[in-house]
Every structure is written in C-alpha cells, then in structure tokens.
C-alpha cells in the first residue's frame, strides 16, 4: 500500500496541474489570445496572495518527493492517521477532487482566469456547478488537500491544507469585491442565492 500511495501522489499531483491549471490556462489563451495568468510582482493582497499560492502548492511536491525517501519521521508524521482505509479515502477524496474541478473548468470556459483580471470582461457564469458554490474550483482544490493530508499525513500536509484554506479565503472575498464591481446587481442576487462554498 505504502508503494501505491507513493506513485499514486506522485501521478496524481503531475495530471491535476496538468489538466486544472496548464491545460486550462493554454485553451483560453489560444482561444482569446488572453493570459489568463493575473498575479504580478507588486505589493498588492492581490499578488501577495498569488505569490504565497505558489509556494504553498510547491510544498505538495516537496512533500512527495521526502515521502519517496521515507523522510516523514523528519515531519513530524500523524500516525494515527497511518492506516490503509484513510489512505483509500485519500485516493477516493483525490479522484473526487480531479473529476470536480474538471467539470467546474469546463463549465468556466474561456472566463478561466488565475487570479483577478482587471483588463478584459469575462462572462458571468452561474450555471452547471456555479449553480451550486460560488466558487467550486477553489472548493475542488480543497479537497485535494485534504486527500494529500491523508495520503502524506504528516505536518507539512497540515501546512499545506491550513494555508491553502485560509489564501482561498481571501482570494475569494478579493475576487467577490471585483464582481460585486462588475456584475453589479446580478452578482448580488447570485451571491444570495448561491454559497460561497456549497
């Protein structure tokens, strides 16, 4: 099991990069001519959120790759948490996660973006998952931490999923004050009718 959980983090987290950011990224760029890639290097909550998502995401392949050298006693582990049932779950949570954040890209379309854009109007989505969370990829990559802290349960998954959770939170309430802007009552009535996470 220990062999499974290792190639399975390992292919797991390459193919949910993959297909949630790059691929996504890639297709509304060739179809808008847009970069959807918003973060920059100021010293706004917008980019400061977006830097730290980097180094929160890149602590996930850190994390694989000391649990490949078996180097999760040097990590404080959660042993209790060491046992094949929670494990599968993990694996369960994870593929649940991938298929989630899938459908909610698709349904965002071209309207894809990593962070605010400012520059170019997107559509206003609200149908499919949109119907049900306000914010459904966020919700997809949070429940993929909390599949990799039973995957790799150990103190940097807590890391991991306590950052993650908390850089959504205001990514989020960033991102609702600029629809709130731009939509204006149509945001409104959508934000009433529709949770912020499900």
């Not at 730290?52 to 078996?70: E, S």
């Not at 369960?92 to 996660?97: D, N, R």
């Not at 991938?98 to 170019?120: K, L």
Request: glycine residues 6%.
């Amino acid at each position: 099991m220990e062999t499974t959980i290792k190639i399975f983090s390992s292919i797991f987290f390459i193919g949910y990069m993959l297909a949630a950011f790059v691929w996504p990224s890639y297709r509304t760029w060739k179809q808008t001519g847009i970069n959807p890639l918003t973060f920059g290097i100021t010293d706004s909550a917008h980019d400061f959120v977006g830097k730290w998502f980097k180094i929160t995401i890149a602590l996930i392949p850190v994390n694989i790759v000391l649990q490949w050298f078996d180097l999760q006693q040097h990590i404080l582990p959660l042993t209790y948490f060491e046992i094949p049932i929670l494990q599968f779950f993990g694996i369960i949570l994870c593929l649940i996660s991938w298929i989630w954040t899938m459908i909610a890209q698709w349904q965002m379309g071209n309207s894809w973006r990593i962070g605010i854009d400012e520059r170019n109007k997107s559509q206003f989505v609200t149908k499919g998952l949109f119907g049900i969370s306000r914010n459904p990829i966020f919700f997809g990559m949070l429940l993929t931490l909390v599949g990799y802290l039973f995957l790799i349960p150990n103190a940097l998954s807590v890391l991991t999923l306590v950052c993650g959770y908390l850089l959504m939170q205001v990514q989020i309430r960033l991102e609702e004050e600029f629809l709130s802007k731009q939509f204006g009552e149509s945001y409104f009535q959508y934000k009433n009718k529709v949770r912020r996470w499900i």
